[in-house]
């Protein structure tokens, strides 16, 4: 089972940059936006399933210096629009 979360970051001021280089690193993330709003930093990630969540969100987002807070959205289900 596929998991696809979105991780919504508020960044210390002037270190956007150096987060987004961050995650851009991270294999499992599909986009990242920087945002303007109660959010900095929107990531995109598909994983194989929750403890891969876990051990990421534990032991590599947290890691990430100049983050501030972060809430992770767990996707339960992803509708396709027509084009």
Known sequence: ???TAYIFCK??????QQ???MFRKIEVATSV???TGEY????RVKLP???????L???QVCKIPGLEE????LVTHEIPLPK
């Open 70 to 73: 972060t809430t992770t959205a």
């Open 33 to 35: 936006a920087v945002t």
């Open 40 to 43: 900095d930093v929107i990531v």
């Open 1 to 3: 089972m596929t998991v």
């Open 19 to 21: 987060v987004v280089d």
């Open 11 to 16: 960044v210390e001021m002037g270190r956007i």
């Open 49 to 55: 399933d929750l403890e891969a969540l876990y051990e």
């Open 57 to 59: 969100t534990v032991n």
